[in-house]
């Protein structure tokens, strides 16, 4: 019978690493609802790293350790709630020149780190499931290699609208908490990258250039709050992504696959200024996108 291992990781706030910076109120709650879901799937392994526990090394950690033990047929499930951000692409390997960002709580874990460095650790015929609430999460888990040449982002199925919304340059001082975005100033973005320069060299550096990467032998999913260009929004109990994702997974009762599912969570979303979209990397597996949610 097929394993389950799952991550979920949730923080609310990152005034540790960055400058002073408003807080986040859902992210932590989201992160327990999504182990909920997964505990209900009977996945075997369950880690929940909430505030200042999901550190960059300890997520890291979790998930080499994943890698190191799942096989053909097996699943890794990793689900993030907090901040999310972009930054300018330098190996110019993007369609929107942008790397996508999720914040931990000390530092920011680059799209390029998810492919290059941890998803390509994976057996072949593993299925990865990532979900990501945070801003600019569209492409966050990495792109499909078509040859060894080129890497392009699979096809987005976008359901079911453009909502389309200006990039948010820092979050919103409303006191209703679901006009906060979980995105950060360039300000804050900025500042934190200079302070930890040497980190991210370090980080970068031990990453094979794109040209040299190994491919992905496993099947990734993610399931994104909003397009690459766009913001989610924060929220309570739940952002509001999770919240209607917990909506139409009815406590387990939802029937329908990855793409239905991602339909409806849109729908459940229209009048939000985002998109939820699903996209898809590493080696295609049609027969994954089509199991119902979170199915061992």
């Not at 079911?160 to 973005?189: L, Q």
């Not at 980080?203 to 999913?221: E, G, H, N, T």
């Not at 309570?236 to 387990?252: I, M, N, S, Y």
Request: net charge negative; aromatic share 8%.
């Amino acid at each position: 019978m097929p394993t389950g291992i799952s991550l979920h990781v949730g923080v609310n706030s990152v005034r540790d690493t960055f400058p002073v910076f408003e807080d986040l109120v859902g992210c932590e709650n989201d992160a327990k609802a999504m182990f909920d879901i997964a505990e209900s799937r009977n996945f075997s392994q369950r880690k929940l790293l909430l505030g200042r526990d999901a550190k960059y090394r300890n997520v890291e950690m979790e998930i080499r350790a994943a890698s190191d033990v799942l096989k053909a047929g097996d699943i890794f499930l990793f689900t993030f709630a907090g901040h999310g951000s972009a930054e300018a692409d330098a190996n110019h390997e993007e369609p929107d020149n942008q790397d996508e960002t999720i914040l931990l709580s000390d530092f920011m874990l680059f799209d390029d780190v998810l492919e290059r460095g941890l998803w390509a650790g994976f057996d072949p015929g593993v299925r990865i499931l990532m979900v990501s609430d945070s801003c600019h999460s569209g492409s966050v888990s990495g792109f499909l290699a078509t040859d060894a040449s080129r890497m392009v982002r699979l096809a987005e199925q976008v359901y079911p609208g453009d909502f389309k919304a200006a990039v948010t340059t820092g979050i919103s001082v409303a006191v209703d908490d679901s006009m906060r975005v979980r995105t950060i100033s360039e300000e804050a973005k900025r500042e934190h990258l200079a302070t930890y320069s040497t980190f991210y060299e370090k980080v970068f550096k031990a990453l094979p250039p794109p040209d040299a990467a190994l491919p992905i032998r496993a099947s990734v999913l993610l399931l994104a709050a909003c397009r690459d260009d766009e913001d989610t929004r924060d929220g309570l109990p739940h952002g509001v992504f999770t919240q209607a994702l917990l909506d139409v997974w009815k406590g387990g009762n939802f029937s329908g696959n990855y793409d239905d599912f991602i339909r409806d969570i849109g729908t459940a979303l229209q009048g939000q200024p985002q998109t939820p979209i699903i996209t898809a990397s590493g080696q295609p597996n049609p027969t994954f996108r089509g199991q119902r949610p979170f199915s061992i």
